[in-house]
């Protein structure tokens, strides 16, 4: 195992050295635990992550600010969407709105059918014109 870069107990760290161990970090390819046994040679209980709060790396969203990505060093960011238990019941309303709508609409049309064929067969039946004729002079 190699020897710990700096062999000290968390809150001895200056702002500096935590810069240096969250820059590390930021780079990638190691895990806060790995990166954490390095500097100190102990187990990260959640410290490191303290420290990018603290700094201002992380935002209350828990992505990485861009302006505090020192030096290019840009880790891959998580899209987290929130959503408002509001905006779901509202969405279900509306979903559940045009549900009834196109319901309605089926039904009109069908009706409209019925109409028209209840028109056709009493033409046929009385031999009488029932519709309207267009093109014509009154």
């Known amino acids: 195992m190699s020897k710990p870069a700096f062999k000290r107990s968390t809150g001895s760290f200056s702002d500096n050295e935590k810069h240096v161990i969250i820059q590390d970090f930021l780079k990638g390819g190691k895990s806060k635990d790995e990166i954490w046994r390095k500097y100190t040679g102990s187990a990260d209980h959640g ?6 709060r603290d700094l201002g790396y992380l935002t209350t969203s828990h992505q990485i600010m861009p302006k505090l990505a020192l030096n290019g060093y840009d880790m891959a960011k998580k899209k987290y969407e929130f959503t408002n238990p509001e ?13 009834d709508l196109e319901k309605k609409l089926k039904d009109a ?6 109409f028209s ?12 014109s ?7 002079k009154q």
């Open 117 to 128: 064929t209840m028109v056709d067969i009493a033409e046929k039946e009385f031999k009488i």
């Open 109 to 114: 049309e069908l009706k409209a059918i019925a």
């Open 47 to 52: 410290r490191l992550l303290s420290w990018m």
């Open 87 to 99: 905006d779901k019941y509202e969405n279900l309303q509306l979903k559940n709105r045009i549900a």
């Open 130 to 136: 029932i519709r309207k004729k267009f093109n014509t």
